[in-house]
């Protein structure tokens, strides 16, 4: 007998189900239950996991869940993978992320759902919530505060979603936080992954954490940037777009009907998929992505704002400056906002949405 808990867009608490249907599992050892061929991946547990960076490999995470202690009932930290995957609203296939998660996931994997781990009270779609909503969520979803979490996204996209929920792990002061680069790899690789119904989560008592506003930006202050652009004496923070060229220059549609699109006034345009590999989706090295940012314009020595559509891809702009060491990470910030919230309280009347001529 299995469990399935689920986040609902909307609801607060899980909905626990018994169904009777169990993970299967594949990967490049054999199949069985759980991770796997264990006598090819066993470690002594409690061994300290080495990272080398924010963003991990396939082979980095596979060795980390391998120190894993085996037993539920263990108190001992370990690396917990935590599945962010998310779809544009206007994606052709209809994809969801809970979808994706249940047809192939990294064993042991949980599941957090933007669309559900949000401010319900908010207009706009992926404003962050309250400590106190995370705190429930993330004890929900069975992880400690002592726990390492490795975030990654769907095999379809590679980085996407996932850099977002890393980066709300962070702002919510979560000590241990990486990102997968990436899930396509894992399974192009052979790593174990399962499918299925997802097996009973122990909840925990996640303490409710402190908020750190310093990472976010508000609509208010953006205005004001923008505002100010190419005026005399201004701050000279820069704004970057991680939407796509075209929704940047107004040429074409946003994936939400009846917003216009466009730009804020004297931000960037570095599109996500300028950021990632072509071929395996995975961040670039981070020489290039200094390069990639050089060519855009974009100073190390000024501050710098993320935005996109809604706040989640502006997180892989963020991650890369990190990862590129291109400027002060303190001076680096996201508008939780971003386009959806903008493009509804400004007009181009204004002047505060630009178009490309």
């Not at 009777?20 to 264990?38: I, M, V």
């Not at 680069?181 to 174990?192: D, I, R, T």
């Not at 609509?219 to 100010?228: G, K, N, Q, T």
């Not at 981070?286 to 390069?291: D, I, M, N, P, T």
């Amino acid at each position: 007998m299995a469990f399935v808990r689920m986040f609902s867009a909307g609801r607060s608490c899980a909905r626990v189900a018994r169904v009777e249907l169990a993970p299967t599992s594949t990967s490049r050892f054999g199949s069985g239950s759980g991770f796997g061929a264990k006598e090819k991946m066993m470690a002594t547990p409690g061994q300290p996991r080495a990272f080398s960076s924010y963003f991990v490999s396939p082979k980095e995470l596979e060795t980390a869940l391998a120190k894993n202690a085996i037993s539920k009932i263990s108190t001992a930290p370990r690396t917990v993978p935590l599945c962010a995957a998310w779809f544009l609203p206007n994606d052709p296939q209809k994809r969801t992320g809970h979808a994706v998660f249940q047809e192939k996931r990294i064993p042991s994997a949980r599941f957090f759902d933007l669309d559900a781990v949000k401010d319900n009270e908010s207009p706009y779609p992926h404003m962050l919530p309250s400590a106190e909503r995370f705190a429930q969520v993330m004890g929900e979803l069975g992880v400690n505060p002592e726990d390492e979490i490795v975030v990654y996204d769907t095999a379809e996209l590679g980085i996407f979603s996932a850099p977002r929920v890393g980066w709300t792990l962070k702002v919510f002061g979560h000590p241990k936080v990486h990102i997968l680069n990436n899930f396509k790899l894992w399974v192009e690789e052979g790593y174990p992954t399962e499918s299925g119904a997802v097996q009973e989560i122990r909840p925990t008592q996640y303490t409710v954490p402190k908020f750190d506003a310093a990472k976010v930006v508000d609509f208010a202050e953006v205005r004001d940037i923008a505002r100010d652009y190419g005026k005399e004496g201004a701050e000279g923070v820069q704004i970057l777009d991680a939407r796509s060229a075209g929704r940047w220059a107004g040429t074409a549609p946003e994936p939400r009907p009846g917003l216009p699109s466009g730009h804020i006034p004297g931000s960037f345009s570095v599109p996500i998929d300028d950021m990632l590999d072509p071929d395996t989706k995975t961040l670039l090295p981070a020489e290039q992505l200094r390069q990639l940012f050089l060519e855009r314009g974009v100073d190390p020595k000024k501050p710098v704002i993320s935005s996109c559509g809604t706040g989640v891809t502006a997180a892989v702009i963020d991650a890369a400056l990190n990862e590129a060491e291109h400027g002060d990470p303190e001076t680096h910030r996201l508008y939780d906002g971003s386009w959806t919230e903008w493009a509804q309280r400004v007009t181009e009347a204004d002047g505060l949405i630009k178009k490309a001529h």
